[in-house]
């Protein structure tokens, strides 16, 4: 079955930049989309098609892509962006089967 | 504003069967696609079952099909999950979530278009225990 890889952990310091990765082989074929999660909370998504933006979300989110890896990143990490942060996307199978990474730990110092 | 609202969770013993529901206001339900999607105890989110508009097309994860049916009454803005022969596995908090997916027409247009969900309920959670 077709997965999605993110390391489990990332650790940066107030102010300075987080980035966190996403791999998979039909990423070059579908888009990605990221999720925000804080704890006891539902998921708010933070960027749709790899790199859009939602209103409403703070422009320090960005998103890229480049072949099988996209990557979210958070410019000037506040403490308030410590939270889990999921990649989803789809197999390349034509149908809506929706994948999600295993999630990264976004830890503020 | 959209809202979802889940219900229905609760105990329920390995075998049996429990039947969810989400609420939804703020939006013309009946134009989006729906989803379920599952969050074990300290795991990561499982997409469980999507449903077309109008109910005609309906997609599981392998670990449910044949045990989950996903429904939809447009009549009244809701979405339901029946579980039946439940395992203890299947325990979790189950959102409900608005999906957006793109007509055939778009995606001939732009291939990479897949399904995503851009507004989330809370949660109910779903034991499974004995």
């Known amino acids: 079955s077709y997965e999605l890889t993110q390391p489990p952990s990332v650790s940066v310091s107030p102010g300075q930049t987080a980035r966190i990765t996403c791999s998979g082989d039909a990423l070059p074929k579908q888009y990605a989309y990221w999720y925000q999660q804080k704890p006891g909370q539902a998921p708010v998504l933070v960027i749709y098609?790899?790199?859009e933006r939602p209103s409403g979300i703070p422009e320090r989110f960005s998103g890229s892509s480049s072949g099988t890896t996209v990557t979210l990143t958070i410019s000037g990490v506040q403490a308030e962006d410590e939270a889990d942060y999921y990649c989803?996307?789809?197999?390349?199978?034509?149908?809506?089967?929706?994948?999600f990474g295993g999630g990264t730990k976004l830890t503020v110092l | 504003e959209v809202q979802l609202v889940e219900s229905g969770g609760g105990l329920v013993q390995p075998g049996g069967s429990l039947r969810l529901s989400c609420a939804a206001s703020g939006f013309t339900f009946s134009s989006y696609w729906m989803s379920w999607v599952r969050q074990a105890p300290g795991k990561g989110l499982e997409w469980v079952a999507n449903?077309?508009?109008?109910?005609?097309?309906?997609y599981y994860v392998d670990s449910v099909k044949g045990r989950f049916t996903i429904s939809r009454d447009n009549a009244k803005n809701s979405l339901y999950l029946q579980m039946n022969s439940l395992r203890a596995e299947d325990t979790a908090v189950y959102y409900c979530a608005r999906g957006r997916y793109f007509d055939w027409l778009a995606r001939s247009i732009d291939p990479r278009l897949s399904y995503y969900f851009d507004y989330w309920g809370q949660g109910t959670l779903v034991t499974v225990s004995s």
């Open positions: 449903i077309k508009q109008d109910g005609s097309e309906k």
């Open positions: 098609k790899d790199s």
């Open positions: 989803q996307s789809a197999d390349s199978s034509g149908t809506p089967h929706v994948v």
